[in-house]
T-cell receptor, first 108, second 116 residues
Framework: AQRVTQPEKLLSVFKGAPVELKCNYS??????LFWYVQYSRQRLQLLLRHISRESIKGFTADLNKGETSFHLKKPFAQEEDSAMYYCADSGGYQKVTFGTGTKLQVIP | NAGVMQNPRHLVRRRGQEARLRCSPMKGHSHVYWYRQLPEEGLKFMVYLQKENIIDESGMPKERFSAEFPKEGPSILRIQQVVRGDSAAYFCASSPLAGDLTDTQYFGPGTRLTVL
């Protein structure tokens, strides 16, 4: 079965510091990976998809098939980045498996 | 486009009662998904529906839980004879029928169910 692992429940960084939110997946086929974000009192929303190879709000994520990872990175954290971040894998199917989430706390 | 709508936002039930959660997908979306989020845990897939069809219900508990997505009207997640362990946030998401973003899911605000 698909499994998405986010090892950190909470990540605290200072404003301006680099951020890396870790995500590992287990699906052995062709992963379809996403990062979703939930800001305080808002609904879960898509941040970025690996197939788009895009940078959203300064965040990027590279698929590393050798390490089965899709870590989310940003060079300089901003206070408004504080939120819950979920990594997800649809594995080419509509059924999406979510990780348990990492709460990012940016300290001013 | 109003986005995915869920109601009620908060629902309180006593043990043994029924809970009905509604989800209206985004306009033009015909795929609906339900997720449950228990306290301190991540989102867990429950069921995937298309209009009038259950495509994948592998995440649904075998008893007391059911879901439908009729031809007209919202998708309904029904929990019969609720127990305290059903207390959670239930999220609905929808995605379009076709196109480049068929894998992208758009989430509703969730329904927080509390069982007394």
């Amino acid at each position: 079965a698909q499994r998405v692992t986010q090892p950190e429940k909470l990540l605290s960084v200072f404003k301006g510091a680099p951020v890396e939110l870790k995500c590992n997946y287990s699906y052995s086929g062709s992963p379809e990976l996403f990062w979703y974000v939930q800001y305080s009192r808002q609904r879960l929303q898509l941040l970025l998809r690996h197939i788009s190879r895009e940078s959203i709000k300064g965040f990027t994520a590279d698929l590393n098939k050798g390490e089965t990872s899709f870590h989310l990175k940003k060079p300089f954290a901003q206070e408004e980045d504080s939120a819950m971040y979920y990594c997800a894998d649809s594995g080419g199917y509509q059924k999406v498996t979510f990780g348990t989430g990492t709460k990012l706390q940016v300290i001013p | 486009n109003a986005g995915v709508m869920q109601n009620p936002r908060h629902l309180v039930r006593r043990r043994g009662q029924e809970a009905r959660l509604r989800c209206s997908p985004m306009k033009g979306h015909s795929h609906v998904y339900w997720y449950r989020q228990l306290p301190e845990e991540g989102l867990k897939f429950m069921v995937y529906l298309q209009k009038e069809n259950i495509i994948d219900e592998s995440g649904m508990p075998k008893e007391r839980f059911s879901a439908e997505f009729p031809k007209e009207g919202p998708s309904i997640l029904r929990i019969q004879q609720v127990v305290r362990g059903d207390s959670a946030a239930y999220f609905c998401a929808s995605s379009p029928l076709a196109g480049d973003l068929t894998d992208t899911q758009y989430f509703g605000p969730g329904t927080r169910l509390t069982v007394l």
